[in-house]
């Protein structure tokens, strides 16, 4: 069993920036994939960036690779997402999600957490 633990969504002017934390605990999370997805209103959920917790590799969403960075911290045990040059397009509901393998698909992944708000005004 894992669990995520969001936070540091907000308000936030068009151009600034975000972090994003999740916070991950269990017995087997670090053999996992993490990711971040967000989910905009009327809007299908939509992939961002994951991390393997193992090596630390990425992948990222080409529409947000520019701007958006995941990234771990071991010893916190936690996954950030450091958002910049937000943009209004970018106001959603952001998931953590865990799961063995890494997928681009939200349906693959087992745990989430409960989802922080990010709301960028223009």
């Known amino acids: 069993q894992v669990q995520l633990v969001e936070s540091g969504g907000g308000l936030v002017q068009a151009g600034g920036s975000l972090r994003l934390s999740c916070a991950a605990s269990?017995?087997?999370?670090?053999?996992?994939?993490m990711a971040w997805f967000r989910q905009a209103p009327g809007k299908e959920r939509e992939f961002v960036a994951a991390?393997?917790?193992?090596?630390?590799?990425?992948f990222s969403s080409d529409s947000v690779k520019d701007r958006f960075t995941i990234s771990r911290d071991n010893a916190k045990s936690t996954v950030y997402l450091q958002m910049n040059s937000l943009k209004p397009e970018d106001t959603a509901l952001y998931y953590c999600?865990?799961?063995?393998?890494?997928?681009?698909?939200?349906?693959?992944?087992?745990?989430w957490g409960q989802g922080t708000q990010v709301t960028v005004s223009s």
């Open positions: 999600v865990a799961d063995t393998y890494y997928s681009n698909r939200d349906y693959n992944y087992k745990y």
């Open positions: 991390i393997r917790w193992s090596d630390g590799h990425i």
């Open positions: 269990g017995r087997t999370f670090r053999a996992y994939t």
